[in-house]
Every structure is written in structure tokens, then in C-alpha cells.
């Protein structure tokens, strides 16, 4: 197919010089893991751009790095490749953005923060845009890279792939993180003009990927957020990054043929360390085009031509999904020494309509070329179309393809004769059609060309032959058969041990019977019947005599028994188990069980049915072959028993002052233990001490398996609570005459969740109440002076862990 982007000729016409230029320009520095990372010192952003990034169906103008279209100088953009070897980043070669050195990238991962200078160093960003994605925790930006480019996209989507990577995973997942994104500005199809619209989002969403979005958890153990795009990279030799996604796509609907302005940017967020990096997947920025696929409706007679009165050509114009509107496809021009309207019509109105849409229910339209059938003898002729299939500007496919004539297909059959016995060769012989023949013989005598058939009678063989173009040519062989009377049966087929009868017999089809005929068996006996049980195969031959002699054979087969095993994934299973029982040796199989096994209902032949025995039990299997002999094995299955555990742990909750808490298993089981106490420590015992941190407070999931002798186990949890103390302090005396010493009462205290105060005089009516504890009374009663004396009080507040509390007591005023 021939592709000429005639909008993008001269640029596609200089690149392709360019990068082979690229190849002596670019320094290269190889690491480990077959990551290989590349400078981009000394070209242009455009040349880098177009050379690596840009696929099909785009051309693009004005790139700029860091607001510059002259040579790069900087060392935070850069080109890599995996070479032969893959790596886990999901693709081989592209182009490399950092907010530092990009040389900081290559594995293997070995550092918890790396970090490599920008040179010449960057001015700090300042991008409202950017600084939208990452959200408020960061204020500031640094060490950007910045590739800006335009582009002209060719049809109605616009897509590249790519993936990012940060030294800041995970152990800055709740904080600042460092922040990328990919800008696009043009018109919106299907609502008001993108204006910096980041593209850099989840699938299916409108969710950006940043660290914060896409990661599980601090430690890599969870929670998980959106952690099925997420790539643990701990350990990797390919990458530096300690976590990265998976392979994303960035896209969007665009209006063909119109200028667009994208903007991919990526910086480190409030510090210049821990450095992050978007892989940028090399010929991914595309904008689809239509493909056209051409295949003969019966390829069995041609892979690459039409042929008249037997194979269409169907073409078929592809897109990569349903078109936003209906997609043109123009016939520009036809040629060949085939004639259209003489040798071939076509599926369209053509020539009064040339042109065919992909409609907007399909991603897809088919043409056919029909040969036309006229018995002439014309030779092989040619058929050349060009197809207009771009959405805008001059976009041409060519097909050619051959138009082949039919030549009759004939047969002739030979073979015919009279003999003495009941086997003689035949055949036939076909010209013409096209290749391949398919022969069928009547009377079952064989789909070949030559056969050796055996017949008891007289019999007429007809042959048709039929080419890949389901043609079809008859002829027939005729066959007398004048002395074969001798009948032994048909062969038979036996299990060893076993016997069957065999019966001889005159076809009176083939013979008069004169006399009374003698019967003499190879095994001895002289009856047309007889009883055998021959421990191998054996062939007897029974010769049977009038006035003339005949001769015929039977095989009676032996077959072994079969050797039938039965196996179990697990000899033994806790309660309430299951495993699964293996049949083998056999075709057919039938399961029972010496105690009743509810659970092999439904499953008695199944080759491997799933049981759940509640006791040990024998399961015996009976298998069958395909010869119906049949033989029987055992499997057990021993059914243990399953332990109950019941933890404890006391105190609970208990004070960070004296996190000291017991914890055992009050089951009294003789179990082996495996606790994980929440805080990283474990133990195998059964009843310990452990001490919490007296440094921090918070819950605390212990999780304990305990395993019995038998290897059944059962798991617990129980949460532990080390929880603060909180402070308070009341004081009892104030005075409130405008000193500036003690005019307030006030309550002080930490760890105080919420907090109601109450006081009352000596009549109990309420003078003062507060649900704040910053707050305090001033001793005054509306508005005015409260008279010296004793006031009772009573909070009400809740601590930090939840606990209500009340404390009651009296204060004094003194003026």
C-alpha cells in the first residue's frame, strides 16, 4: 500500500535525513538492565520531536524546550531504549522527561531518593495549570522540563502512550508530590475549546495520574488507590524510580485538520530532590488512519486473485473504531488491463458514484469486486485502484490485485473389470477448475485420487470431484464380482480373559451352494460356529468347501484391561476441607465412596470430581477405556480435625505511659502460633508480654494462625488499642477586677476531643456554659460584675481515643 501524506511531504522528507544525523549526534551512556538512556544535547527540539515521538497521521510545527526552539543544552529531556532485552516500563524506546538529570533514571533500583542536578539549571515554574493537578500542599515548582509543540491532527482522535515514574514513591504518598501533566489547547468536537486541558488521566476518567492518585500505600502494603496501575519497581534493575504506573494512554477527540497546541511538562514540586521522570513511548503520537485490508471470499482457491464465477475480491477500509461522523472513502482512479462493466462489477454505483462511506455504527465498509463469468479464454488480467482515505489533505492507498478466467473442471474415472476376489485398484484423474481437488467415492470407498476398495458384491464406484471453486466433475468405475462366497464375520474386539463366538457363513449373493459345505477353522474346530478366548490377537481363517473352495479371515482383538490409578490433591484435609480426586487410565470413570459422601452427588463421573468428606473415607474408582474393559482402584482420603482459637489481650485499651500488654490464646489448644502484633514485631508463643511503643498511640491489628499437628489451621484478630492521657487542670480561684492577674477563669488541659463547661451559683442556676475550652468566664452575670463567692462547676469532655469523662468541682471569686 502507498501512503502519501502530500501536507507533510517536506517535513517527512527532511526528518528522515535528520535522523539518521541524530544517530552520529546523540551520546550514549549504557547501564544495566538493558536501559540505555540518550542526550538530546546539540539538536533541536523539532528534529527530537518528529525523529522519535511523532507516528502516523499528525504533522507538527513550533516545538519549543523550555520556551526554546534553538539546540537543547539542557540535561532533563533525553532519549532511551530497552535494546533487545525487555524491561518492565512496557515498551522499547521513546523520549525521556525529568525533573532532574535524566541520567538518574537507570536502574537498578538502588537508591531511596535519587536525585541528579539540572544543568544549566532551570528558573523555579510558575504554572497555575500545574499547580491545579498536584493540589495545595504544593507551592512551589522546580527543575521543569518543558516540550510545547503544535500539531495538525489527520482524522478525529488524537493518542500517545506513555509511562511515569517517581524516586518519591512511596514514602510520600500522603505529602507533596513531585508533578507532571500533558496540556492540550485547540477545539473541543463535542463542547467549548480545550484551554490547557490535561490529558494525563486515569482510563475512563477525569482523574489526573499523579502520585497521590495512583499508588498503595506509604510501605507498598496498602490502602490501595487506583493500585491496578501502579508498579512496585522495589528491587528492579531496569529503573531507578522506586514506583511507576503501568503503561497508560493519553488522549483526545479532536476536529481533524485543525491546529492544535500541546504542552507536556514535567517538574519537582516545593524541593529539587527525589527525582520523577514520563517515558514517552517512541511513534506513539498518532492520529488513527484507515487501513484496507484485501482478502478473496474464497480463499481456498486463491490467497491473492479473483477468479471469474468462483472468488470475489473484497476489500475492506478499516478504522480503529466508530468514526464521531461518517468517514468518505473515494474511488480517484481505476486501471488494468481488466475492464470495468466487461470483466468485473463492483458493490457501489460506480461510475456514477465513486465514493463509499464507514458509517458512524461501524468501524468498518467492505467492497467487492465481482469477476464477471464469459467463457473466455482471456488470460490473467490486473485490476489498480487508488483510494482517497485521509479526512482531510491528500492521503492515497493503491490495491492491485489479478482477475484469473475458470477453466472447466472434468473427471475420468478408471478401474473397471471382473475378478475373482473383493479387492482391485481404481482412480480417476482430474483437469481443469482450480486447485485443490476434493475426491468422494461413493459406497464409503475413500476421499483419495487412488484407492484399493474392498467390495462383497458387484459394485459401480461413482467419483465427483470438486475443485476450491465448488465445482463439481462425475464419473463412475464398475466392478463384477463372480466367485468370493467364504464369510467369517467381521472382526471383534475382546477384553483379555474374556471369549466371544464367531460365525462363518456362505453369500449366496456370490455363490450357489452345492451340496452340503464342510467348515474347517485354523484354530481346528469344523463348525460354522464357534466359541474363542485367545489371550492375544489372533486371526482365524475359515475355509469353507462345496464344489468350489473359498477362503475367508476374522481378527478377534484382544485388548489389556485398563490400568486405572486414582490419586487425591491431599492425602489429608482439615474439616470442612475439600480437595480434588484425579482419575487417569481409563475414558470412562464411576466414583463411589464406603461412607456416604454427600458431596459426590452429581460428580459420581466426572474425571475429577471436588469432595468435601465430613470422615476418612475410601473412594474407589472404576474406569472404562474405549474398548468397554474395565478395571477398579482405591483412593483414601483422612479427614483431620480443625482448631479454635480464642485471643486475648489485657489490658486493652492501654496507656502509652505503660503500653504493657498481655496476649495469649485462651483456646488451650497444643497448636503451633505465628502472631504479627500490628506494630511489625511477631512471636511463635503462646501466651507473652509485648510493650508497645511508649513514643506513639493508635490501634493496633494483631493477627495470630495457629496450626495443629495435622497442618489445619484457623486465624484470629483483635485489635489493640494504646491510647494517650490526656491532661487537665481546673484552677479553683480567680479575680476578676481588671489587673490584667487572674481576671479570667479558664480551663487548661491536651488531648481533649470535646469539652462542655457548666457553672452554677449557689442557687444552681447556670451564670456561665461553653463548648469551647480556649474560651473563659470573665465573672460576670449578664453583663454584670457575679458577687464574690463560690460557684460549682462540672465538665463534660471526651478524650482523644473517644472515653467520656466528667470532672465537678467549685471555683472562688476574689476582687
Same mark, same amino acid.
Given at each position: 500500500? &502507498?501512503?502519501?501524506?502530500?501536507?507533510?511531504?517536506?517535513?517527512?522528507?527532511?526528518?528522515?535525513?535528520?535522523?539518521?544525523?541524530?544517530?552520529?549526534?546523540?551520546?550514549?551512556?549504557?547501564?544495566?538492565?538493558?536501559?540505555?538512556?540518550?542526550?538530546?544535547?546539540?539538536?533541536?527540539?523539532?528534529?527530537?520531536?518528529?525523529?522519535?515521538?511523532?507516528?502516523?497521521?499528525? $504533522?507538527?510545527?513550533?516545538?519549543?524546550?523550555?520556551?526554546?526552539?534553538?539546540?537543547i543544552s539542557w540535561n532533563n529531556i533525553g532519549s532511551f531504549t530497552t535494546g533487545t532485552t525487555p524491561t518492565n516500563l512496557g515498551f522499547n524506546s521513546g523520549i525521556i522527561m525529568a525533573s532532574g538529570g535524566y541520567?538518574?533514571?537507570?536502574?537498578?533500583?538502588?537508591?531511596?531518593?535519587?536525585?541528579?542536578?539540572?544543568?544549566?539549571?532551570?528558573?523555579?515554574? *510558575?504554572?497555575?495549570?500545574?499547580?491545579?493537578?498536584?493540589?495545595?500542599?504544593?507551592?512551589?515548582?522546580?527543575?521543569?522540563?518543558?516540550?510545547?509543540?503544535?500539531?495538525?491532527?489527520?482524522?478525529?482522535?488524537?493518542?500517545?502512550?506513555?509511562? /511515569?515514574? $517517581?524516586?518519591?514513591?512511596?514514602?510520600?504518598?500522603?505529602?507533596?508530590?513531585?508533578?507532571?501533566?500533558?496540556?492540550?489547547?485547540?477545539?473541543?468536537?463535542? +463542547? =467549548?475549546?480545550?484551554?490547557?486541558?490535561?490529558?494525563?488521566?486515569?482510563?475512563?476518567?477525569?482523574?489526573?495520574?499523579?502520585?497521590?492518585?495512583?499508588?498503595?500505600?506509604?510501605?507498598?502494603?496498602?490502602?490501595?488507590?487506583?493500585?491496578?496501575?501502579?508498579?512496585?519497581?522495589?528491587?528492579?534493575?531496569?529503573?531507578?524510580?522506586?514506583?511507576?504506573?503501568?503503561?497508560?494512554?493519553?488522549?483526545?477527540?479532536?476536529?481533524?485538520? &485543525?491546529?492544535?497546541?500541546?504542552?507536556?511538562?514535567?517538574?519537582?514540586?516545593?524541593?529539587?530532590?527525589?527525582?520523577?521522570?514520563?517515558?514517552?513511548?517512541?511513534?506513539?503520537?498518532?492520529?488513527?488512519?484507515?487501513?484496507?485490508?484485501?482478502?478473496?471470499?474464497?480463499?481456498?482457491?486463491?490467497?491473492?486473485?479473483?477468479?471469474?464465477?468462483?472468488?470475489?475480491?473484497?476489500?475492506?477500509?478499516?478504522?480503529?473504531?466508530?468514526?464521531?461522523?461518517?468517514?468518505?472513502?473515494?474511488?480517484?482512479?481505476?486501471?488494468?488491463?481488466?475492464?470495468?462493466?466487461?470483466?468485473?462489477?463492483?458493490?457501489?454505483?460506480? =461510475?456514477?458514484?465513486?465514493?463509499?462511506?464507514?458509517?458512524?455504527?461501524?468501524?468498518?465498509?467492505?467492497?467487492?469486486?465481482?469477476?464477471?463469468?464469459?467463457?473466455?479464454?482471456?488470460?490473467?488480467?490486473?485490476?489498480?485502484?487508488?483510494?482517497?482515505?485521509?479526512?482531510? +489533505?491528500?492521503?492515497?492507498?493503491?490495491?492491485?490485485?489479478?482477475?484469473?478466467?475458470?477453466?472447466?473442471?472434468?473427471?475420468?474415472?478408471?478401474?473397471?473389470?471382473?475378478?475373482?476376489?473383493?479387492?482391485? =485398484?481404481?482412480?480417476?484423474?482430474?483437469?481443469?477448475?482450480? @486447485?485443490?481437488?476434493?475426491?468422494?467415492?461413493?459406497?464409503?470407498?475413500?476421499?483419495?485420487?487412488?484407492?484399493?476398495?474392498?467390495?462383497?458384491?458387484?459394485?459401480?464406484?461413482?467419483?465427483?470431484?470438486?475443485?476450491?471453486?465448488?465445482? &463439481?466433475?462425475?464419473?463412475?468405475?464398475?466392478?463384477?464380482?463372480?466367485?468370493? /462366497?467364504?464369510?467369517?464375520?467381521?472382526?471383534?474386539?475382546?477384553?483379555?480373559?474374556?471369549?466371544?463366538?464367531?460365525?462363518?457363513?456362505?453369500?449366496?449373493? &456370490?455363490?450357489?451352494?452345492?451340496?452340503?459345505?464342510?467348515?474347517?477353522?485354523?484354530?481346528?474346530?469344523?463348525?460354522?460356529?464357534?466359541?474363542?478366548?485367545?489371550?492375544?490377537?489372533?486371526?482365524?481363517?475359515?475355509?469353507?468347501?462345496?464344489?468350489?473352495?473359498?477362503?475367508?479371515?476374522?481378527?478377534?482383538?484382544?485388548?489389556?484391561?485398563?490400568?486405572?490409578?486414582?490419586?487425591?490433591?491431599?492425602?489429608?484435609?482439615? $474439616?470442612?476441607?475439600?480437595?480434588?480426586?484425579?482419575?487417569?487410565?481409563?475414558?470412562?470413570?464411576?466414583?463411589?465412596?464406603?461412607?456416604?459422601?454427600?458431596?459426590?452427588?452429581?460428580?459420581?463421573? @466426572?474425571?475429577?470430581?471436588?469432595?468435601?468428606?465430613?470422615?476418612?473415607?475410601?473412594?474407589?474408582?472404576?474406569?472404562?477405556?474405549?474398548? *468397554?474393559?474395565?478395571?477398579?482402584?482405591?483412593?483414601?482420603?483422612?479427614?483431620?480435625?480443625?482448631?479454635?482459637?480464642?485471643?486475648?489481650?489485657?489490658?486493652?485499651?492501654?496507656?502509652?505511659?505503660?503500653?504493657?500488654?498481655?496476649i495469649y490464646d485462651a483456646s488451650g489448644g497444643n497448636y503451633s502460633y505465628l502472631w504479627f502484633l500490628g506494630d511489625g514485631s511477631t512471636s511463635t508463643l503462646s501466651n507473652f508480654y509485648h510493650t508497645y511503643s511508649?513514643?506513639?498511640?493508635?490501634?493496633?491489628?494483631?493477627?495470630?494462625?495457629?496450626?495443629?499437628?495435622?497442618?489445619?489451621?484457623?486465624?484470629?484478630?483483635?485489635?489493640?488499642?494504646?491510647?494517650?492521657?490526656?491532661?487537665?487542670?481546673?484552677?479553683?480561684?480567680?479575680?476578676?477586677?481588671?489587673?490584667?492577674?487572674?481576671?479570667?477563669?479558664?480551663?487548661?488541659?491536651?488531648?481533649?476531643?470535646?469539652?462542655?463547661?457548666?457553672?452554677?451559683?449557689?442557687?444552681?442556676?447556670?451564670?456561665?456554659?461553653?463548648?469551647?475550652?480556649?474560651?473563659?468566664?470573665?465573672?460576670?452575670?449578664?453583663?454584670?460584675?457575679?458577687?464574690?463567692?463560690?460557684?460549682?462547676?462540672?465538665?463534660?469532655?471526651?478524650?482523644?481515643?473517644?472515653?467520656?469523662?466528667?470532672?465537678?468541682?467549685?471555683?472562688?471569686?476574689?476582687?
Open positions: 500500500m &502507498n501512503t502519501l501524506f502530500y501536507l507533510l511531504n517536506l517535513n517527512i522528507m527532511c526528518f528522515r535525513k535528520i535522523s539518521i544525523l541524530l544517530i552520529i549526534i546523540f551520546t550514549s551512556f549504557y547501564v544495566q538492565a538493558q536501559l540505555t538512556v540518550t542526550s538530546a544535547s546539540g539538536i533541536t527540539p523539532q528534529q527530537l520531536v518528529q525523529s522519535i515521538l511523532v507516528g502516523n497521521g499528525v $504533522s507538527i510545527s513550533n516545538v519549543t524546550f523550555n520556551g526554546s526552539s534553538d539546540p541520567t538518574g533514571a537507570p536502574g537498578p533500583n538502588n537508591s531511596v531518593g535519587s536525585g541528579v542536578a539540572v544543568s544549566p539549571s532551570t528558573p523555579d515554574l *510558575s504554572d497555575t495549570n500545574l499547580l491545579a493537578v498536584v493540589g495545595s500542599s504544593v507551592t512551589s515548582l522546580h527543575d521543569a522540563a518543558i516540550l510545547e509543540f503544535d500539531f495538525i491532527p489527520l482524522s478525529d482522535t488524537i493518542k500517545f502512550r506513555y509511562v /511515569f515514574g $517517581s524516586d518519591e514513591y512511596p514514602e510520600f504518598v500522603p505529602s507533596f508530590n513531585d508533578v507532571f501533566a500533558f496540556f492540550i489547547t485547540g477545539p473541543n468536537p463535542v +463542547g =467549548p475549546n480545550y484551554l490547557n486541558k490535561n490529558i494525563a488521566l486515569l482510563p475512563n476518567t477525569n482523574t489526573p495520574v499523579s502520585i497521590y492518585n495512583v499508588n498503595n500505600g506509604s510501605s507498598n502494603t496498602g490502602p490501595c488507590v487506583n493500585c491496578q496501575y501502579y508498579v512496585n519497581n522495589t528491587g528492579g534493575t531496569s529503573i531507578q524510580a522506586d514506583g511507576m504506573t503501568t503503561v497508560l494512554t493519553a488522549w483526545a477527540k479532536v476536529m481533524s485538520c &485543525n491546529q492544535y497546541h500541546i504542552k507536556l511538562v514535567i517538574a519537582d514540586a516545593n524541593d529539587r530532590i527525589y527525582d520523577s521522570w514520563v517515558f514517552l513511548e517512541a511513534n506513539s503520537f498518532s492520529s488513527p488512519q484507515v487501513s484496507i485490508q484485501k482478502k478473496p471470499s474464497n480463499p481456498n482457491a486463491s490467497a491473492q486473485n479473483a477468479i471469474e464465477g468462483c472468488s470475489n475480491m473484497v476489500l475492506t477500509f478499516k478504522y480503529p473504531f466508530k468514526p464521531s461522523s461518517s468517514l468518505p472513502i473515494s474511488i480517484v482512479s481505476i486501471s488494468g488491463t481488466a475492464t470495468f462493466g466487461t470483466d468485473y462489477s463492483m458493490s457501489i454505483g460506480y =461510475p456514477t458514484s465513486n465514493t463509499f462511506y464507514i458509517p458512524t455504527t461501524a468501524d468498518s465498509v467492505r467492497l467487492i469486486i465481482t469477476p464477471i463469468f464469459d467463457n473466455i479464454l482471456e488470460g490473467t488480467e490486473t485490476v489498480t485502484m487508488v483510494f482517497q482515505t485521509a479526512f482531510c +489533505g491528500d492521503m492515497y492507498d493503491t490495491v492491485t490485485f489479478n482477475i484469473q478466467n475458470y477453466d472447466s473442471l472434468t473427471a475420468v474415472a478408471y478401474g473397471d473389470t471382473t475378478l475373482c476376489n473383493n479387492q482391485t =485398484p481404481i482412480s480417476v484423474i482430474a483437469n481443469g477448475g482450480v @486447485l485443490p481437488y476434493q475426491y468422494l467415492w461413493s459406497n464409503g470407498a475413500g476421499t483419495t485420487a487412488n484407492l484399493l476398495p474392498t467390495f462383497t458384491s458387484d459394485t459401480i464406484f461413482k467419483i465427483t470431484v470438486k475443485d476450491a471453486c465448488l465445482k &463439481n466433475a462425475t464419473d463412475s468405475v464398475k466392478i463384477v464380482l463372480d466367485c468370493d /462366497f467364504a464369510r467369517a464375520g467381521p472382526d471383534v474386539k475382546i477384553c483379555i480373559g474374556g471369549s466371544t463366538s464367531l460365525h462363518a457363513s456362505i453369500d449366496t449373493n &456370490n455363490h450357489h451352494i452345492v451340496g452340503t459345505p464342510i467348515y474347517s477353522w485354523s484354530n481346528g474346530d469344523n463348525t460354522p460356529t464357534i466359541t474363542v478366548s485367545p489371550t492375544t490377537t489372533t486371526t482365524y481363517i475359515v475355509t469353507i468347501t462345496d464344489v468350489f473352495s473359498d477362503k475367508d479371515s476374522v481378527t478377534v482383538f484382544v485388548n489389556p484391561l485398563p490400568i486405572v490409578t486414582a490419586t487425591s490433591d491431599l492425602s489429608t484435609i482439615c $474439616s470442612n476441607g475439600s480437595t480434588t480426586l484425579h482419575a487417569s487410565g481409563a475414558q470412562n470413570y464411576l466414583w463411589s465412596a464406603n461412607i456416604t459422601d454427600l458431596s459426590l452427588n452429581g460428580q459420581y463421573t @466426572l474425571e475429577n470430581p471436588n469432595v468435601s468428606p465430613k470422615s476418612s473415607t475410601i473412594y474407589t474408582l472404576k474406569g472404562t477405556d474405549v474398548d *468397554s474393559c474395565s478395571n477398579t482402584t482405591n483412593v483414601a482420603v483422612n479427614v483431620s480435625p480443625q482448631p479454635n482459637i480464642q485471643i486475648l489481650a489485657s489490658p486493652n485499651p492501654v496507656s502509652v505511659f505503660e503500653p504493657i500488654v498481655h511508649d513514643k506513639d498511640t493508635g490501634r493496633y491489628l494483631i493477627n495470630v494462625i495457629a496450626t495443629n499437628a495435622f497442618g489445619c489451621f484457623d486465624s484470629a484478630n483483635l485489635v489493640v488499642i494504646v491510647r494517650p492521657d490526656e491532661t487537665f487542670y481546673v484552677p479553683n480561684t480567680f479575680t476578676p477586677n481588671n489587673d490584667g492577674l487572674n481576671d479570667i477563669f479558664k480551663v487548661y488541659g491536651m488531648g481533649v476531643l470535646t469539652f462542655e463547661i457548666y457553672i452554677y451559683d449557689r442557687w444552681g442556676k447556670t451564670v456561665y456554659k461553653s463548648k469551647d475550652m480556649n474560651e473563659g468566664w470573665d465573672g460576670r452575670i449578664d453583663n454584670v460584675a457575679a458577687p464574690d463567692g463560690v460557684y460549682a462547676y462540672t465538665i463534660l469532655y471526651k478524650d482523644n481515643i473517644g472515653i467520656k469523662h466528667s470532672k465537678s468541682g467549685a471555683i472562688t471569686i476574689i476582687r
